[in-house]
């Protein structure tokens, strides 16, 4: 009996059938790789594997796992408010933020029927004129920045009209009979020396035979860079001011009761923003600057009391770097350049 089915395996797994009729035992079979987002391995380095739990693959079968570039950092206006990124877009707080988006704070819509009013310097037609009667609905809006500086308001980019905050910094715009629907409006202050505030974005629904109120709109400080170096602007009177450079936070200091503040600052460079801190909680981030060291304006580049070689093999290796050093910046221009060697072979010692 076990010689019988002995004999019948051994028939079966050579591909003879027990029929005794000859076949073809070679199978095809069609084996797909699997794509980087099925595979078992973190392709790309963030901890993350496969589909659903890496964020970068979309199904199963995608190929790459790569993440997306966060909002903030990809080059683009995702929230279609005019400015792009981190530090431009006043709702990124880091390059590494995923949302463009402007800061819950900044709008509040109630319904209400309170008004403000502050000195309007001028208006334009503002939509109103194609509003058929009881269709229209009324917008007011309320906000603060620094005492009697020029708050502009804009639609689509365009200036629709101007007024000044009161001596506390509160500002106020009113507009009725306006036609129903949405409008992309935005913000920003001028202060007494011109300089102006990063621009902060609002979208507004207009509802028939309604008033809508946005309040509590917090604009961002101006900053600007003076003599010397000294980093200074205008924000809420008496608030807390922070000094950033390269996103790292340097310096704190209080704003006087006009809502003036400065920093003296030596020997630093880098793109530097300021932002406020309120009761309510922080501004938006001023617009950025570049800040470079005050110009030394001496030819003795390694401060060795001679100019010579090693002064200029300094300024030379600068530029075959295509970099920037204030050491080397001889006639304060911003720039390394063949002016600066100018100026050290005039000054040469040996």
Sequence with gaps: MWVLVRTLIVLVIVGIPLSGEAFDATTSVDVTPPTACSDGIDNDGDTFIDYPNDPGCDSYSDADETDPLPHCGDGLDNDADGLIDYPNDPGC????????????????????????????????????????????????????????????????????????????????FYFDSMTAGSYMLSLYAVDVF???????????????????????????????????????GWTHPLATVVLYVEGVEVARTIADTFGSYRFLLTDTEGVIQTRTFLESGWTPWSNPLTLRPTCRQTSDVNADGATNIIDLSIILYWIGQGSFTALGDLDCNGILDLSDLSVLSFYWSG
């Design 93 to 172: 707080s880091s390059s590494a933020d995923t949302s463009e988006d402007t800061e819950p704070n900044n709008v509040v819509t109630v319904v209400t029927t309170g008004r403000v009013d502050t000195d309007v310097l001028f208006v334009t037609d503002f939509a109103q004129t194609n509003a058929s009667e009881g269709s229209g609905g009324s917008l007011w809006i309320e906000g603060s920045t620094f005492p009697a500086g020029n708050v502009y308001l804009l639609r689509d980019g365009t200036v629709q009209q101007v007024t000044t905050a009161d001596l506390s910094g509160v500002f106020s």
């Design 194 to 232: 011109q300089t102006r505030s990063a621009t902060v974005p609002l979208v507004v629904t207009i509802l028939p035979e309604s008033q809508t109120d946005i309040g509590e709109i917090v604009l961002p400080p101006t900053l600007t860079i003076g003599a010397g170096n000294n980093v200074e």
